[in-house]
């Protein structure tokens, strides 16, 4: 089954996506991390994005499916979740037309429902794995006291460039103008299961299978 999980930053989208690729063999589709790779690497469109990814606001339409359509058709799994994709309804639209003629189709749309006060706590003290990925917060789910990470073992870690109050004034407006509306778009297909993304990391994944049926 093809789902996808939407909602604000720091909705921990990718912290259950994360879950569902190790319980369920699924593929996690994150065009954040797609483009945070571009960067790294050094390539032209990494280059031309890496200001508007810190400022907080959003790529292009077209920048963004083109790499899904790239990952569509080269990777392989028991599904695919898309993380932070996608963003706006031409995004929703594009990836429709994607689907349907990689003959796929969507099974669900996960909503993650945070409110802002949380999100800006939660954001602000997070970190990741600089080898495999894993997320940690400062609050709720530390380093452990060895400095390792509890997946792959490894000892550094970074934050985001775009994890502070500033970019994430930006974040939350562009998720309300453009990403909200996808939120009708989805209830109208009869696709959207609301979630509460407030709860412990364990709950929220209770909840997302209540709502898949599994
Ligand atoms: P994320 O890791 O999903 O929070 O994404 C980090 C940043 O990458 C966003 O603030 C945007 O600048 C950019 N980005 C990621 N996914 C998209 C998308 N689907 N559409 C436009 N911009 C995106």
């Known amino acids: 089954m093809n789902i996808i999980l939407i909602g604000p930053p720091g909705a921990g989208k990718g912290t259950q996506a994360r879950i569902l690729e ?4 699924m593929v996690q589709l994150s065009t954040g991390d797609m483009l945070r ?17 810190d400022s907080g606001g959003l790529v292009t339409d077209e920048i963004v499916v083109g790499l899904i359509e790239e990952k569509l058709q080269s990777a392989e799994g028991d599904g ?8 706006t ?21 996960v909503e993650m429902k945070v409110d802002d006060d949380a ?11 600089a080898n495999c990925g894993e997320v940690y917060n400062d ?8 400095g390792k990470c509890s997946v792959c073992g490894a000892s550094d870690f970074k934050r985001r460039a775009d994890d502070n109050e500033e970019s994430l004034r ?15 778009y989805y209830y109208h297909a ?15 994944k209770a909840e997302i299978a209540a709502s898949l049926g599994a």
């Open 22 to 25: 190790e319980e369920r063999g």
């Open 37 to 53: 790779e571009a960067r790294t690497s050094g390539t032209e469109m990494g280059k031309k994005v890496a200001d508007i990814m």
């Open 80 to 87: 695919f979740i898309f993380d932070g994709f996608p963003r």
């Open 89 to 109: 309804l031409a995004q929703a639209a594009a990836l429709d037309d994607l689907l349907r003629a990689n003959k796929q189709e969507l099974g669900a749309v």
């Open 119 to 129: 999100l800006v706590a939660r954001i602000t003290a997070r970190s990741t794995c």
């Open 139 to 146: 609050i709720t789910r530390p380093i452990p006291d060895d």
């Open 170 to 184: 930006t974040r939350l407006m562009e998720y309300y103008k453009k990403t909200a509306p996808l939120i009708g």
């Open 190 to 204: 009869g696709l959207l299961n609301p979630v509460n993304g407030l709860g412990e990391i364990d709950e929220v």
